[in-house]
């Protein structure tokens, strides 16, 4: 049996240009969480509708759809480093137009959805250079331990920002009239967030330059469609993902279970959002020491069918302690998936394709969460929060069942390597 070496866990925040990205992915995280909490409660507040937060999703996830073809190309064309930095100042004028709305508290909902559609924007340009960039920050040999950690950072900001996000919008408010409260001060803090994203970013030194060297065309535009589509540990892992999670999902939901079933309010809010990523995180701790070596696929369907149960227990609680405990222990449960998923799509897509490859990513990501949310909305104004997510939760599970069937060479998939993944592809393709 192989030993363990000592430092192994952190072997990824060896790389100066690594420490840089995550610390600046940990801030820049914590304000989007925090911004979507306020976001959330203001809408709902504007108007009472379950669609109308439903729809928030929908305004974030099109533009992904629309730009899916560009922003990849643009990722493996262009230098990724620049291309986020661009995007994350875009992400600051969102901010501060949904900073200037609260302030002055205009009641249209309707420019609340406009600038979440250039958010959308600015995220379906990011996404694919963010996930592209990342095996470039460290050697090969610990790609699946920066993907442990970048998710553990992930899951940390998705602890801290909703809870700040929840709490922030109580303070009693400052300024002429009290103005500056609510939704303005929770913005705010994000556009500081963001700021500090810009200038971390910044001073990363890798320049990758341009990945993919042939010329602008369909063919080549098109190519990570067509590698994820003939590439079964890919394609099985993604729509796995994409459809357990758009049923399953019910994290738009949860401002109606704050009020209307648990009477917790805002604060409860930040919690019931915080709570699957603490699960996760405590996960990724145990993944961090315990490293996923082997019987990668059959872990990724045992994850996601406890995530399905999870999901189920939440939409029957009336109790926050069991509500909070179903889902974290969901967050723990996703968080395996999650670091196969992420370790599958990097470490068996080449190099000059992972931009591509990532949009492809993108898509299937924005239609189980931004997409997730429209659904959940629209299944709970038809028959109520708690009947949605109780049988989203259910159908999540007979997806799980059906694609373990459907998807052999995702079931049977073992060491988590860019040899054994690629070899395992290279044989599949043969047969």
């Known amino acids: 049996m192989r030993q363990k070496k000592s430092g192994e866990g952190l072997a990824a925040f060896a790389s100066a240009n690594f420490r840089?990205?995550?610390?600046?992915?940990?801030?820049?995280?914590?304000?989007?969480?925090?911004?979507?909490?306020?976001?959330?409660?203001?809408?709902y507040a504007m108007t009472h509708k379950a669609l109308d937060l439903g729809l928030t999703g929908l305004a974030l996830f099109l533009p992904g759809l629309l730009l899916l073809l560009p922003s990849g190309h643009v990722a493996d064309r262009f230098d990724r480093r620049n291309i986020?930095?661009?995007?994350?100042?875009?992400?600051?004028?969102?901010?501060?137009?949904?900073?200037?709305?609260?302030?002055?508290?205009?009641?249209?909902?309707?420019?609340?959805?406009?600038?979440?559609?250039?958010?959308?924007?600015?995220?379906?340009?990011?996404?694919?250079?963010?996930?592209?960039?990342?095996?470039?920050?460290?050697?090969?040999?610990?790609?699946?331990?920066?993907?442990?950690?970048?998710?553990?950072?992930?899951?940390?900001?998705?602890?801290?920002?909703?809870?700040?996000?929840?709490?922030?919008?109580?303070?009693?408010?400052?300024?002429?009239?009290?103005?500056?409260?609510?939704?303005?001060?929770?913005?705010?803090?994000?556009?500081?967030?963001q700021v500090f994203f810009l200038a971390r970013v910044g001073r990363i030194t890798l320049r990758l330059g341009r990945m993919e060297h042939r010329a602008a065309s369909m063919e080549v535009i098109l190519a990570g469609f067509r590698f994820v589509r003939h590439t079964q540990l890919l394609i099985g892992s993604l729509s796995l993902d994409l459809f357990v999670v758009l049923l399953g999902g019910a994290?738009?939901?949860?401002?109606?279970?704050?009020?209307?079933?648990?009477?917790?309010?805002?604060?409860?809010l930040g919690m019931l959002r915080a709570a699957p990523a603490l699960?996760?995180?405590?996960?990724?701790?145990?993944?961090?020491?315990?490293?996923?070596?082997?019987?990668?696929?059959?872990?990724?369907?045992?994850?996601?069918?406890?995530?399905?149960?999870?999901?189920?227990?939440?939409?029957?609680?009336h109790n926050l302690t069991l509500s909070l405990t179903a889902l974290a222990?969901?967050?723990?449960?996703?968080?395996?998936?999650?670091?196969?998923?992420?370790?599958?799509?990097?470490?068996?897509?080449?190099?000059?394709?992972?931009?591509?490859?990532?949009?492809?990513?993108?898509?299937?990501?924005g239609g189980s969460?931004?997409?997730?949310?429209?659904?959940?909305?629209?299944?709970?104004?038809?028959?109520?929060?708690?009947?949605?997510?109780?049988?989203g939760g259910i159908g999540s599970l007979v997806v799980t069942g059906l694609w373990a069937w459907l998807f052999p060479q995702l079931r049977a998939a073992d060491e988590l390597s860019a040899e054994a993944l690629r070899k395992q592809r290279m044989e599949a393709s043969e047969n």
């Open 84 to 193: 986020i930095l661009v995007c994350y100042s875009l992400q600051m004028l969102c901010t501060g137009s949904l900073l200037a709305i609260a302030l002055c508290r205009v009641q249209h909902v309707e420019l609340v959805y406009a600038v979440l559609v250039l958010i959308g924007t600015g995220r379906a340009f990011s996404g694919p250079a963010s996930s592209a960039l990342v095996p470039h920050l460290v050697p090969e040999e610990h790609f699946v331990n920066a993907v442990t950690w970048g998710a553990a950072i992930f899951q940390t900001a998705n602890i801290i920002g909703p809870a700040l996000g929840g709490l922030l919008f109580t303070l009693p408010g400052v300024g002429f009239e009290r103005s500056l409260a609510g939704a303005a001060v929770v913005y705010l803090f994000t556009l500081c967030t």
């Open 369 to 391: 969460n931004e997409l997730g949310e429209f659904e959940s909305g629209v299944t709970a104004q038809w028959m109520g929060a708690v009947r949605a997510t109780v049988v």
């Open 329 to 365: 222990i969901g967050g723990a449960a996703d968080m395996i998936s999650v670091v196969i998923r992420s370790s599958l799509l990097q470490l068996a897509t080449p190099p000059e394709m992972r931009g591509r490859v990532s949009a492809v990513n993108a898509l299937f990501l």
């Open 20 to 43: 840089r990205y995550q610390s600046a992915r940990l801030a820049v995280i914590m304000g989007a969480e925090a911004q979507a909490v306020a976001v959330a409660w203001q809408v």
């Open 279 to 317: 699960g996760a995180l405590c996960m990724s701790m145990v993944l961090a020491r315990f490293p996923l070596r082997r019987r990668a696929g059959s872990k990724l369907f045992v994850g996601v069918a406890i995530f399905g149960v999870t999901t189920v227990i939440f939409g029957l609680s």
């Open 251 to 268: 994290v738009a939901l949860m401002p109606i279970f704050a009020e209307e079933v648990l009477h917790t309010g805002a604060r409860g």
